[in-house]
């Protein structure tokens, strides 16, 4: 297993080096939800990107909301790669303190991993030759595994044995990001 995946990791290596890559940001981050990631060209239609979010705020009406998320996905492009319509199959993960929606303003605060695994849906607009808008949503699974914990005293409310768990089918990520593309070694 462990010789598949470096030479997973070999041609995805050689597959970057050798491909038009793009960096992005999610302008969210001007209110302290930064997203960043990268996009590499696999093929004509194809690109594999990792994005990554995350939640700074410390704490919310006296509750914690730190979210990290991380998504590495495979994007389909109906036209060519970075340009127009897109579908992508992503697995991710996020770790969080925060308080669920239906606990704001109460004592109690949940912290946790979760897996998630689903589909996005975008659209990449070409600005020009370097930049362009990209905006999607996506969603799918969300297995979570959390504790929950009292503001007050900290400690647990819940006595779960390890760990409580909770599965949902919802959207969990979306936005615009501003993409600049880079140059590659196959570009004239």
């Given at each position: 297993?462990?010789?598949?995946?470096?030479?997973?990791?070999?041609?995805?290596?050689?597959?970057?080096?050798?491909?038009?890559?793009?960096?992005?940001?999610?302008?969210?981050?001007?209110?302290?939800?930064?997203?960043?990631?990268?996009?590499?060209?696999?093929?004509?239609?194809?690109?594999?990107?990792?994005?990554?979010?995350?939640?700074?705020?410390?704490?919310?009406?006296?509750?914690?909301?730190?979210?990290?998320?991380?998504?590495?996905?495979?994007?389909?492009?109906?036209?060519?790669?970075?340009?127009?319509?897109?579908?992508?199959?992503?697995?991710?993960?996020?770790?969080?303190?925060?308080?669920?929606?239906?606990?704001?303003?109460?004592?109690?605060?949940?912290?946790?991993?979760?897996?998630?695994?689903?589909?996005?849906?975008?659209?990449?607009?070409?600005?020009?030759?370097?930049?362009?808008?990209?905006?999607?949503?996506?969603g799918g699974s969300?297995?979570?595994?959390?504790?929950?914990?009292l503001l007050s005293?900290?400690?647990?409310?819940?006595?779960?044995?390890?760990?409580?768990?909770?599965?949902?089918w919802l959207p969990?990520?979306?936005?615009?990001?501003?993409?600049?593309?880079?140059?590659?070694?196959?570009?004239?």
């Open positions: 297993m462990r010789k598949l995946g470096f030479l997973f990791v070999l041609i995805l290596s050689y597959s970057f080096v050798q491909s038009q890559t793009a960096v992005k940001g999610n302008v969210s981050a001007l209110l302290g939800f930064p997203q960043i990631g990268a996009e590499f060209t696999l093929g004509k239609k194809t690109t594999f990107q990792v994005d990554a979010f995350a939640s700074l705020w410390k704490s919310i009406n006296g509750g914690p909301q730190e979210v990290y998320m991380v998504f590495p996905e495979l994007r389909y492009y109906t036209r060519k790669s970075m340009d127009g319509l897109y579908f992508g199959l992503h697995i991710g993960g996020s770790k969080y303190k925060f308080q669920k929606w239906n606990y704001i303003n109460t004592d109690f605060y949940q912290e946790g991993y979760s897996v998630m695994y689903g589909g996005t849906v975008g659209y990449q607009v070409k600005i020009n030759d370097r930049f362009s808008l990209d905006a999607f949503l996506g969300q297995q979570g595994f959390y504790k929950g914990y005293t900290g400690e647990a409310y819940e006595h779960a044995r390890n760990y409580n768990k909770s599965g949902e969990y990520r979306g936005g615009i990001m501003i993409v600049y593309k880079l140059g590659s070694k196959n570009e004239k």
